[in-house]
């Protein structure tokens, strides 16, 4: 469902991105880890078509996303780190407006609006203009919108952010759930345990190259490591580091 081949991005001499290959199939969780100014987020941002790259292609259910742009987003959802709300509508305006974006059936949007307020704890911003919700609901409401159309891939940028642990844990559930269900989950985060508990393989990006790619147990393996996937990560990052630095 996505297929990374030969990504490369370049701004001016930095290169952001070098040369990642990457398949992603359908239904399964994957999360990418990586230090800050890792190429993270230009990855995800060349996947979902918002930076174009300098070489090289991504493919997302099916649909090349530099070619066929439209096709592809029409089976892809994207929530961003800080995502952009309309703040002067409310939750179920905004839904409404994402439905309509989407050209959702109106009584299919009320009946799946429905659903996902109950099950992000929504209904009792519905009605309340999004500018005066916390930072933990205002994620809530994007991401419950972003699954309004029932996409086949999702794309999440650090999806905890500001979200308390009683809500973490129902966002890493519905996605679990949406995951077994058949649908694609392409996750960055910078929390090792949330990629540990939630993911079926693990990609590490390191200095614009996918440096590492697994399972936490395969990781461990590559790595030389015991215990906690953050004894992984450092060694695998700090190996990295060490071969650029002494060639």
């Known amino acids: 469902m996505i297929e990374l081949k030969g990504l490369v991005k ?4 930095l290169i952001a991105v070098d040369g990642i290959d990457l398949v992603v199939p359908r239904g399964e969780f994957f999360a990418v880890l990586g230090p800050n100014a890792a190429g993270k987020t230009t990855t995800i ?8 790259p300098t070489r090289g292609s991504a493919v997302v259910a099916g ?22 709300l309309y703040e002067k509508l409310t939750p179920l305006e905004f839904m409404r407006f994402t439905g309509q974006l989407f050209k959702i059936d109106h009584d299919r949007v009320r009946k799946e609006g429905e659903q996902l307020a109950r099950r992000f704890h929504l209904d009792a911003f519905l009605h309340k203009p999004i500018e005066g919700l916390s930072h933990g609901t205002r994620q809530r409401v994007a991401i419950a919108s972003a699954l309004l159309h029932d996409p086949e891939v999702f794309v999440i940028d650090e999806p905890m952010v500001g979200l308390d642990p ?7 559930d519905i996605l679990k759930e949406r995951s077994q269900a058949g649908m694609t989950v392409f996750l960055s985060t910078h929390q090792l ?3 540990e508990e939630m993911a079926d393989r693990i990609g590490i990006i390191h200095q614009g190259k996918l440096i ?9 393996r590559q790595s030389g490591q015991d215990g906690a996937l953050e004894k992984s990560f450092l060694r695998l990052t700090t190996e ?7 060639p």
């Not at 941002?45 to 174009?52: A, D, E, F, N, T």
């Not at 009683?166 to 890493?172: E, S």
């Not at 990295?240 to 002494?246: I, N, P, R």
């Open 193 to 195: 345990s949330v990629a």
């Open 240 to 246: 990295t580091e060490s071969a650029v630095t002494h």
């Open 63 to 84: 649909y090349d996303i530099q070619q066929n742009p439209l096709k592809a987003r029409e089976r892809l959802a994207y929530v961003p780190d800080f995502p952009f």
């Open 10 to 13: 370049q701004f001016g001499d």
């Open 212 to 220: 590492a790619m697994g399972t936490s147990e395969e990781l461990r």
């Open 45 to 52: 941002k060349m996947m979902v078509g918002l930076v174009k």
């Open 166 to 172: 009683q809500h973490a844990r129902i966002v890493k």
